[in-house]
């Protein structure tokens, strides 16, 4: 539906155009409607129109070859999104989905220039847009590429974890297992000679022995937390090494296609120059 020159008026993008040539075009420009949850346009649609947020928030997402949802950005109040598609007519470039009841403003390509004729500013703002797009998916490529998957958890481990890994690495060492020996020999020659200090702990060394249980009661948890992590861990490295092997594949398809492409073009040009010499 046709929205009206108020609308326009409280949008960024309109608000160096006069009352009169925001009123025209208001008759112009129409009002979408939605609800959250809601799906605007999917990713390889032809795109028609761009949009500019009146109200509510719209997300802007792909999925990349492993099928997995890449957010490329939040369209908030005042902030234009769909653009390319309506710049170069080829088809959308991404999902936007509304997260929140939205309103929007829609433009088509008349629409647009009748904008830019009335207020030139507008078309530096689009360009603003388009350039903030860029530099996110910029980013997006950048921190995609390649994880390192020790960097991926590290960022999400805990305190007690940190602390976990340490005594798991540090009960399975040679100077652990030296500690304790040095302590059971000690503690049973206290209790068993006499060395002229006091026996606290008799034979059958029951202090010894329930000291020795709980310590492996905590070393148990601490292993067992620790390797929670280590799987969590080999977890995520596999999704690295699944999404690695697809960008490999499709590389090494792509390859395969520029080779055939050269053949081709090989093969043609020998038939080009066969002509000729069979010609002279």
Same mark, same amino acid.
């Given at each position: ?8 008026? @409280?949008?960024? %993008?309109?608000?160096?155009? !006069?009352?009169?040539?925001?009123? &025209? /075009? ?5 009002v979408? #409607? ?7 346009f ?15 928030e719209?997300?802007l ?49 008349? @629409?647009?220039? %009748?904008?830019?004729?009335k !207020?030139?500013?507008?078309?530096? &703002? /689009? ?6 797009? #860029? ?20 960022e ?63 070393? !148990?948890c ?26 490999a ?32």
């Amino acid at each position: 539906m046709p929205c009206d020159a108020q609308m326009l008026a @409280d949008v960024e %993008l309109f608000e160096h155009v !006069s009352e009169e040539d925001r009123a &025209r /075009l208001a008759e112009f420009i129409d009002v979408v #409607t939605l609800n959250g949850g809601d799906t605007l346009f999917k990713a390889g649609e032809p795109g028609e129109s761009l949009y500019v947020v009146r109200s509510g928030e719209v997300e802007l997402f792909i999925r990349d070859t492993a099928g997995q949802k890449i957010a490329l950005a939040i369209a908030e109040t005042g902030e234009v999104f769909g653009e390319l598609a309506l710049l170069d007519r080829g088809p959308r470039t991404a999902t936007a989905v509304a997260l929140t009841d939205s309103e929007l403003l829609e433009l088509d390509r008349d @629409d647009l220039l %009748l904008l830019f004729q009335k !207020s030139p500013n507008a078309a530096l &703002r /689009l360009l603003a847009a388009m350039s903030h797009m #860029t530099r996110k998916a910029d980013e997006l490529l950048r921190t995609r590429v390649s994880r390192n998957v020790n960097e991926e958890v590290e960022e999400k481990i805990s305190p007690l974890q940190r602390v976990a890994d340490w005594i798991s690495w540090f009960s399975g060492s040679m100077t652990f297992l030296l500690l304790n020996l040095l302590w059971f020999v000690v503690w049973i020659a206290v209790n068993v000679w006499e060395l002229h200090v006091p026996q606290f702990d008799p034979f059958p060394f029951g202090l010894l022995t329930m000291i020795v249980s709980l310590e492996s009661i905590f070393l !148990s948890c601490f292993v067992l937390i620790s390797q929670n992590r280590q799987g969590e861990k080999d977890r995520v490295r596999s999704d690295i090494e699944y999404e690695v092997n697809v960008k490999a594949e499709l590389e090494i398809a792509h390859l395969h296609e520029k080779t055939d492409r050269i053949y081709a073009e090989m093969l043609e040009n020998f038939n080009r120059l066969e002509k000729r010499l069979a010609a002279r």
